[in-house]
Structures are given as structure tokens and as C-alpha cells.
């Protein structure tokens, strides 16, 4: 029985196993019921690991999402970065280009008032010595441009052409040691030679120490070195000193003070006068007048009192003359040592006395009361 | 204790060539397999075709050449599976547990080791499961269930192809002598 058994064991086991499960298949389907205890079992040993599944697959999906959004907003930053640098750039452009043609409309108003013929040229490059002053601009011998001409802005000299090729010229700078030039001052028409000193001061030789030359006085081309023609403003006096046989005279070229980005090369130069009064580099804004009707807004004058008069000195003259008349005083005719006019008498009283010598009534007391202040004029 | 020396003696050569395996495995690898069927198609429902609980009780029972090993085997896994199912338990518990019985007879008699063989015994025992189950279904639950040879032979053979990748890997798991 034994040796049969263990010679059908397989088959036995399968055969119990799949008949345990057809019972319990069976009892499930007759009673309608589910065995939940197996159920409970195999959802309890599952359900945790998937869980545990679930949220690290969801950890992994938020770390890598997080991580694909952080990537992408790095790289949009980046872009935004890169766009706004781009936008700097624009705008550093766009205002380097406005500049440009503003200085390039007031080298065109210039040129328009200006009897000389002239051409606009853009500096294009600086020269390689150490010490020189030049500068190469954009308009050669094709343009017009030869060795000697004049290179000026609206503000004043530049310097002047030394070689000419044929898309570009050499423009040696007013600062540099070897320029020279014929200059002349404006308020005492005094000639000198005006040199550059390598720096941004220039120098007017050959001034005689007895010649007078004030600090601030501006000079002009003279006209004299038949490079430029006279009436260009070279700059004003900073320093004006005796020396041993000539005045130590230094200006600051006015032609280089706001930079050097566009000159005028004189093609054809006419010489101008110089001018007498002193030059404005830059219009003033001067107030409108009142309108003819604010004055009536000011304070009432005092009866009897005279209108307003110009100025203080027209003002202290007025006063001085009521207090003469009032004293029987003329100016300028009393003898040395006579009495003077009582100064301190109020002007009102002065006038009163001037109209009525006699004693005022007593009702008209009231109206010698001094008047309102008129308002003094700007 | 004679008579367990003598059944020992008196079994062939090959069913001493029995295969042992990590006990972790033994119980990771059947569970892996349940949870992989119940959460892996939940977001790719391409793998709905994997039968990977059937894939396993075939790779276990064919390994161990042990028929009431694999019985139990392919019982434990099958009344899991129905455990999670919405089908009365026993189902795949009375399909699952010839699968392991047959598959655990064929280990003993074929050398399982070859790929051809494990891929036609992935086809065979695929088919035979789904066959078992829509009788099992039609007899006892009264269920008219659709039954499609040529998908069931098509679905067959690509897990027979996820077998033969499934089986090298498990392959890993068995001790060294």
C-alpha cells in the first residue's frame, strides 16, 4: 500500500490540489459567496509592494519632470539672457546712431551758415605713434580732400590734412607738438602762433609780455598760415602769464572738447570777420516777456507816486531828486562845505513835502501814511 | 528512512539533476511576476499579452523537475492571480496547477536548457492555458468566453520570445552546486 502510494504520489498530489480548488470553485459558484480570506491574504501581500511601486514611479515621474521643467527654464533663461544681452547691444546701438545724427544735423546746420565749402568725413582711425596726434578720416583725394586743408568742427579747429589718399586722409590733431597755425585773439587782436603740446592743452607762442592777453579770452584763425581761413574759433585762455621774452599763453582747443567723431575738411575756405561779441558754443533760453497785462495784477501804487522806473539806480535817482526838491536842493550846485540834503527823509514825506509845503490837516494825516512797497522788477 | 534512500537510488539520472533555487527567489520572483501583471498594463497596455505568472510557474516547474513541486507551485501563483481577479478563486488555480504538473514531467524528460525547446514549451504550455481556462470557463462558470486560435497562437509566440529573454534571466537565480 505503502510502494503504491509512492508510486502514484504525483499524480495524487495534482489530483487532491485540483480537487480542493474545484471544491472551493464549486462552493464559490453554489453559494454565490467569495472566500475572502484567500482574497484578503493575496491583496495584503500585493498591494503594499505596489504601493511602495507606485510611489516611487511617481517620485521618479515628479523628480524627472521637475528636473525636464528646471532644464527647460534654465535653457529659456538662458534665451532670455542671450535676448536681452542682444537688446543691450540694440539699444547701445540705436543710441550711438542718434548721437551720431545729431552731431551729424549740427555739422550739416554748420555747413549750411558757413560761406565756406565744406565735407562731412567720419574719423575712421587714430594714428600708431606714441606722442602723435592724427587721425585718419573717410575722405580721401577721391573726395576732394589735398595735403593742407583744414579740419574743423562747429565748435572750432581740428587740425589739418598732411596726406591725402584716395578713400582716407591723414589729419594731423591740433594737440600734436608739430601743429602750428596763425591765430589772433577776440577781445585784443593779438597774434600768436597757436602748438599743440602733445596733451589736450595748446600753447600761443611768440605773444610780446607787453601785449595783453586775459584768461578766458578766445582766439581765432587768423588767417595768416593759408590753412585756415580766419573767423574759426581755436579755444579759450585757461593760463596767461608774463615769460622771459614772450607771454605764456595756454588754451583748450574747443574743436576736440566733445569728442572727435565727425569733422567738416574746408575745401574751399572764405574768411569770415571775427566775431566781436563772445561766441556761445550752445544756445540760451531766455524767458518770454510778461504779458502786457501782469503788471496791472501787481500792488496799487500810492496816490501821487511816480510810476515805476527801470532799474534800482533809476529807482535811488528818482529818490534822491524827490529829497532835493523837497529840501529846495539842486545837485551839483552846492558850494564846498554847505549843508547837505537830509538823506534819511522817508521818499513819501519827501514827495509830500514836495506837493504842499504847508502843514498837512489833520484829516489828511492819514494819507501821508507810506505807501506800499511797488514791486521791484526782475 | 530506508525507503527514502532506496526512492532516491531508483530515480532516473536526470531527475536527480534537480535544480535548486534561492528561497527569496522562490518568492520574489512568482510575486514580481503577479505585480507585474496587475501594474505594469495600467500604464502600457501593450503588455497586457504577457502572461508573465504563467511564463514563471512554467520556468519553476520545468527547472525543479519536481511534479508535485511544480503542482503547488503553479497552485500557489494561479489562486494569487484569481485572487486578484474577479473570477471565482480556482480558476487559474486549476489551470496554473497542471501547467506546473506538465510542465515539471516535460523538465524531466527534455533538456530544458535549450532555447528552441524553451520557447516551444513557452508556446505549448501558453496555448494549453488558454485553452484549459476557456474550458474551465464555458464548464463550470457557464461564461462564453471568445476564443480566437489565431490570436491565442500569435499572443503564444511572443511569450514564448519574453520566455526565452524571462528564463536567462531567472537563470541567474539558481545555486551553484
Known sequence: ?378 | MRDSTDLRLITSARETRVTRFRRWGLVAVPLGAILFQVYIPRFFQFFQFLEMPLLVTVYFALMRRDQIGGTFIGASIGLVQDSLSHQPLGMFGIVKTLVGYFAASVGMRFDVDHLAVRFLLGLFFYCFHQFLYWVLARALLGQQVPFDVQQMFFVGLLNAAVGISLFHFLDKLKERA
Open chain 1, 1 to 378: 500500500m505503502d510502494s503504491l502510494f509512492n508510486r502514484y504520489r504525483n499524480v495524487t498530489v495534482l489530483l487532491l490540489v485540483i480537487f480542493a480548488q474545484l471544491i472551493l470553485l464549486a462552493y464559490q459558484v453554489k453559494s454565490n459567496q467569495d472566500v475572502r480570506l484567500i482574497r484578503v491574504w493575496a491583496v495584503t501581500a500585493v498591494t503594499p509592494l505596489a504601493r511602495v511601486i507606485e510611489g516611487v514611479r511617481s517620485g521618479t515621474v515628479r523628480v524627472v519632470e521637475n528636473y525636464v521643467f528646471l532644464h527647460n527654464l534654465r535653457d529659456e533663461n538662458r534665451e532670455l539672457q542671450k535676448e536681452l544681452g542682444r537688446l543691450k547691444v540694440q539699444n547701445q546701438y540705436l543710441k550711438s546712431e542718434l548721437e551720431t545724427a545729431d552731431r551729424v544735423k549740427a555739422l550739416s546746420a554748420f555747413q549750411a551758415r558757413s560761406p565756406s565749402r565744406m565735407a562731412a568725413s567720419r574719423v575712421i582711425g587714430t594714428g600708431t605713434g606714441a606722442n602723435s596726434r592724427v587721425v585718419f578720416i573717410d575722405r580721401g583725394s577721391r573726395g576732394g580732400v589735398l595735403p593742407g586743408m583744414a579740419v574743423i568742427t562747429p565748435d572750432g579747429i581740428v587740425g589739418k590734412v598732411t596726406a591725402a589718399y584716395p578713400t582716407a586722409s591723414q589729419v594731423l590733431l591740433i594737440t600734436d607738438p608739430n601743429f602750428a597755425a596763425g591765430v589772433i585773439s577776440q577781445k585784443h587782436r593779438v597774434h600768436g602762433t597757436v602748438h599743440g603740446l602733445g596733451y589736450s592743452t595748446c600753447e600761443v607762442k611768440y605773444i610780446q609780455n607787453e601785449e595783453q592777453v586775459e584768461t578766458g579770452e578766445r582766439f581765432f584763425t587768423s588767417g595768416d598760415d593759408g590753412v585756415f581761413p580766419k573767423g574759426l574759433p581755436v579755444g579759450a585762455v585757461t593760463v596767461a602769464r608774463p615769460g622771459d621774452s614772450f607771454k605764456q599763453v595756454f588754451l583748450a582747443p574747443s574743436g576736440l572738447q566733445s569728442g572727435l567723431e565727425e569733422v567738416l575738411v574746408v575745401l574751399e575756405g572764405v574768411h569770415q570777420p571775427i566775431p566781436e561779441q563772445p561766441v556761445s558754443a550752445s544756445e540760451m533760453h531766455l524767458q518770454p516777456p510778461p504779458p502786457p497785462g501782469a503788471q496791472e495784477d501787481e500792488a496799487p501804487a500810492a496816490p501821487g507816486a511816480k510810476p515805476n522806473v527801470g532799474t534800482e539806480a533809476d529807482r535811488l535817482r528818482e529818490r534822491y531828486k524827490n529829497i532835493g526838491q523837497a529840501q529846495g536842493h539842486k545837485f551839483g550846485e552846492g558850494a564846498p562845505g554847505s549843508k547837505p540834503p537830509d538823506f534819511n527823509l522817508k521818499p513819501e514825506d519827501a514827495a509830500a513835502k514836495a506837493v504842499k509845503p504847508a502843514a498837512p490837516p489833520p484829516a489828511a494825516s492819514e494819507q501821508s501814511k507810506p505807501a506800499p512797497q511797488p514791486a521791484r522788477q526782475p
